[in-house]
């Protein structure tokens, strides 16, 4: 099975990488890939915390402690799993310069991504397409820009939707008793 996973990843990222290259996508793939990423996600959620009323507050909240969980078992598995990035293990990928320090899965981008996108898709159903197009394009660029395995990305997307999905059904009553409690 690893094997066939392997396979899938190098044939996958080598024709996102390669085969669909073009100078719109080199422009618009690294902007596109920002979004997910640490400073525009705490910056959008610090903003509906802040200035949110109703149900755009209840998505900080949810967001925030989504953000939280994902991300805390996103970087907990690139430590133990230590994955090497594309760049480094296949030849004549397009990187764009882009150099990371830690390994490469899961896709935090990603997960973050996802994990705000579900967080929205749960409390307003009728934004579902949009939320979900921008992260799974924030996953492609990943790719693209070859610092993820597509492996990678679906892992991302797992424990971004997971995490939103736990935290709707199951602790955000108890989250919102303990910002009753403390006044916050």
């Known amino acids: 099975m690893k094997k066939g996973l392997k396979w899938f990843d190098e ?12 100078d719109f996508l ?3 793939m690294p902007k596109i890939t920002n979004i997910g990423g640490v400073v525009f996600t705490t910056l959008f959620i610090l903003a509906l915390l802040i200035f949110g009323k109703g149900k755009a507050r209840t998505i900080g ?10 991300q ?14 594309p760049y480094n293990m296949l030849k004549n990928l ?3 310069g882009i150099i990371l320090k830690d390994y490469s899965f899961p896709s935090g981008h990603t997960s973050a ?7 929205i898709v ?4 009728k934004l579902t397409f949009v939320v979900f197009a921008i992260a799974l394009l924030i996953g492609v660029s990943r790719i693209y820009l070859g610092v993820h395995y597509p492996t990678d990305v679906v892992a991302g997307i797992i424990l971004g939707v997971g995490s939103a999905i736990v935290v709707h059904m199951y602790l955000i009553n108890y989250i919102k008793n303990l910002i009753n409690i403390f006044q916050i």
């Open 26 to 28: 080199d422009r618009f």
């Open 122 to 125: 749960l409390n307003i159903p």
């Open 61 to 70: 909240i949810q967001g925030s402690v989504t953000l939280a969980i994902s």
């Open 11 to 22: 044939k996958l990222i080598k024709a996102i990488n390669e085969n669909i290259k073009s």
């Open 94 to 96: 397009n990187t764009f």
């Open 72 to 85: 805390s078992i996103t970087y907990g598995l690139k430590s133990l799993l230590s994955r090497e990035r």
């Open 113 to 119: 991504s996802f994990s705000v996108a579900t967080t």
